[in-house]
């Protein structure tokens, strides 16, 4: 039995579960392509601070991503969850993504890596953003992974309206050699993204999208929405050209997002492009290969009772979510310590990271459940609180 602190103070027993969740590894899935967006381990032991260039620690890193690619998950690289824009720079991100397209060629694994403008580090013109865009995707383009393009705060900044989006895109499409992802990010992920596509009416910013992919459809594998809103994610990949993907990045709605329509209704789905599937790597692995043998209920079976966790995890201020994810790492013994880079492990309270605990042991989330209860208990000390 362990006491867990609630949001008023008050302690609550939990007993924690004796048995994980059985999980298996495999080769790639087949009905869906799902990639995981994976956070980075920082090096515990760097004399750095908040503001500083980040400090990773690279084998348990690359050892992450590795136990992501042995349950058949995609790895989205350098993405939001491995905190671009918080606490990881540009040259700390494309090093990222160096060592990790060269991991996922030595293991077979499928990788895709954001492509943004974040070495802008001030105000920029619309020359500068494209200039910024183009780098990035060249780095990208170089390893041999996909590249994601991005939302771009310094584009957000600079943009006067739709026209200057579908510049700036079309520019940047126009010279990706493969498919590429457009990536949509909310401003609940990230408040300096408020207005993307050139307008906070969120019919007008989905028509300018839907524009932009429909003048270079060829370059664009798919889109990732971040919106957190089903019924948009839903009428906007009813309305994408054939051939383009939808990957849901709605880490609130992501089960029937990927589980889809029914054939009457046409039959449309979501792939998967998430940070929620870092914790869940295992668990989701699984789900989608009951999905592969056309098992729907089966999968929400699976699924549906994560919802609760990610939801939690995603809460509001929605951006300070990698915490959590982290925080699960630790105690699932992927890493042996809770610290982030840019110190972003005090981004939430002690009694959010308690319920993350008790809400993922009872997913059956942690391979070692003794581990992550001594571990937890080891956190509570830290925050004094009595036993």
Not at 30 to 58: L, Q
Request: one cysteine or more.
């Amino acid at each position: 039995m362990i006491r867990l602190p609630g949001p008023g103070g008050e302690l609550r027993a939990y007993a924690p579960r004796a048995e994980p969740l059985a999980a298996t590894t495999g080769g790639p899935l087949t009905s869906r392509t799902v990639f995981s967006a994976a956070h980075v381990v920082a090096d515990p032991y760097a004399d750095t601070t908040p503001d500083a260039p980040a400090a990773v620690d690279w084998d348990a890193t690359l050892a992450f991503r590795r136990h992501l690619w042995s349950h058949g998950l995609g790895v989205a690289e350098a993405m939001d969850t491995a905190q671009r824009g918080m606490g990881l720079d540009w040259t700390g991100a494309a090093e990222l993504i160096r060592r990790s397209a060269a991991e996922a060629r030595a293991v077979g694994g499928r990788i895709a890596c954001g492509v943004g403008t974040d070495q802008l580090t001030g105000p920029a013109g619309l020359p500068a953003v494209r200039a910024a865009y183009e780098e990035q995707l060249a780095v990208v383009e170089e390893t041999g992974a996909q590249a994601v393009v991005m939302a771009s705060r310094a584009l957000a900044a600079a943009a006067r309206g739709p026209e200057d989006y579908a510049e700036v895109y079309g520019q940047v499409l126009r010279q990706a050699a493969e498919p590429v992802v457009l990536h949509w990010l909310g401003p609940m992920f990230d408040p300096a993204l408020e207005g993307y596509w050139g307008s906070a009416d969120l019919d007008a910013a989905t028509g300018t999208l839907l524009e932009v992919i429909a003048a270079h459809p060829d370059k664009v594998d798919g889109v990732k929405i971040s919106l957190l809103d089903a019924g948009r994610e839903v009428d906007l990949r009813r309305r994408l050209p054939d051939g383009v993907r939808c990957y849901t990045g709605d880490d609130f709605h992501y089960p029937e997002l990927i589980a889809g329509e029914d054939p009457p209704d046409g039959g449309r789905f979501s792939h998967a492009l998430l940070g929620i599937f870092d914790p869940l790597g295992p668990l989701a692995a699984e789900a989608v290969r009951v999905l592969d043998t056309g098992d729907r209920a089966g999968f929400r079976k699976l699924l549906d009772p994560t919802v609760e966790l990610s939801r939690h995890l995603f809460q509001a201020p929605t951006r300070f979510y990698k915490t959590g994810v982290v925080f699960l790492a630790w105690l699932a013994g992927h890493q042996e310590h809770f610290v982030m880079v840019g110190g972003l492990q005090s981004a939430r309270s002690l009694p959010h990271l308690a319920r993350a605990y008790e809400l993922a042991d009872g997913l059956g989330l942690f391979p070692d459940p003794a581990l992550a209860e001594s571990r937890m208990r080891s956190l509570l000390d830290v925050y004094g609180v009595s036993r």
